[in-house]
């Protein structure tokens, strides 16, 4: 028997990854050309398309056959585009699950940055620091509604699983860098019993108002604005959710704010936790691995963290019963207890 022969190395990966920026600008400039919203109504031809968005057949016709390419559309034979159900669910501006804004996110805020990254590396130093006061409250407010589809599914998955919000008694939630205050809308919807008070910069908090209102919560919401790592919580509070703020704090104010939020916690209240998660070897998910990149370029000691990493600083502040809770999100979600 001949040995097996060694497997060619070709360009191929590397070449991929030198394009990678084309899809997600293409996507960008279909959802701010109206693309997917035109196609929601019914399949259309290039000159169809062209004369409900406004935008040339020229620009159009490569853009919308990469699409075809990244099966975000179809083409049939009498050269008609259609959504497929990933565009129709996340790409149609108006549906609840709609992320086209977080495209626009990246390509106005985030890819700007990273054209920076090999200085950033150099110098450890970040572009901009979103995690502080001056960039970071106008950062965050520009972007936060855009984010509520994301975690809107993971929040209710949350509410269902809490046994706090089902027991009858008040239920009272501290949403702590509430932004959209999607996680406090959720439990609010679970359950009539549910209070919020949501935590953040004045500005954001105004973003989050207007959110709440829209889904008729509004007296059931209050507010605390300011600096989190400055602000005093209270005390009392049955649950608290710290949604995607851990990653822009780095490891010292992360501890510092999960300690504070145990204070504020009721003996027996839950502590829920969603992060861009990474495995204790640093390895995979290769999403927490790039989002770790994101977390240097625009933080100061921003970074990801395992849940082994999260759960060791839970256990060392007193928090027990530190466990994972599947849910749609990038990452399950961590739960712990104040006893």
């Known amino acids: 028997m001949s040995a097996a022969q060694p497997q060619a190395v070709t360009p191929e990966r590397i070449m991929q990854f030198m394009w990678g920026y084309v899809p997600p600008l293409a996507i960008e400039s279909a959802v701010c050309n109206g693309v997917f919203d035109a196609l929601d109504k019914s399949p259309k031809t290039l000159d169809q398309l062209a004369a409900e968005t406004g935008a040339s057949t020229r620009g159009l016709r490569p853009v919308l056959d990469l699409l075809v390419g990244l099966q975000l559309l179809t083409r049939d034979n009498d050269n008609h585009y259609a ?75 949350l509410a269902n699983s809490l046994p706090q919000l089902h027991s009858g008694q008040p239920v009272r939630v501290l949403d702590i860098a509430t932004g959209s205050g999607v996680w406090g809308i959720a439990l609010a919807q679970a359950s009539p019993n549910v209070t919020v008070t949501g935590v953040d910069w004045p500005n954001v908090a105004e973003v989050t108002q207007k959110m709440v209102a829209r889904f008729g919560l509004t007296d059931r919401f209050s507010y605390i604005t300011g600096n989190l790592r400055e602000v005093d ?32 916690l009721a003996p027996g209240g839950t502590i829920a936790i969603a992060e861009f998660l990474v495995n204790a070897d640093r390895r995979r998910p290769v999403p927490g691995l790039i989002f770790a990149v994101n977390m240097l370029v625009n933080t100061t000691d921003g970074d990801t963290w395992s849940f082994e990493q999260i759960r060791s600083w839970l256990t060392e502040i007193g928090f027990t019963n530190v466990r994972q809770l599947d849910s749609p999100g990038p990452s399950p979600l961590i739960l712990a207890d104040k006893p």
């Open 233 to 264: 919580f209270g005390s009392g509070y049955t649950i608290a959710t710290l949604g995607h703020i851990l990653h822009s704090e780095g490891e010292s104010a992360s501890r510092h704010l999960l300690k504070k939020v145990f204070d504020a």
């Open 83 to 157: 959504l497929t159900p990933d565009s129709s669910t996340f790409l149609v501006s108006g549906k609840p699950a709609f992320l086209g804004g977080m495209y626009r996110h990246m390509s106005r805020q985030l890819m700007p940055n990273f054209l920076h990254l090999r200085d950033v590396v150099k110098t450890g130093k970040p572009v901009e620091r979103v995690d502080e006061k001056d960039d970071g409250s106008a950062f965050f407010a520009e972007f936060v509604a855009d984010i509520f589809p994301m975690s809107y599914a993971p929040a209710s998955v």
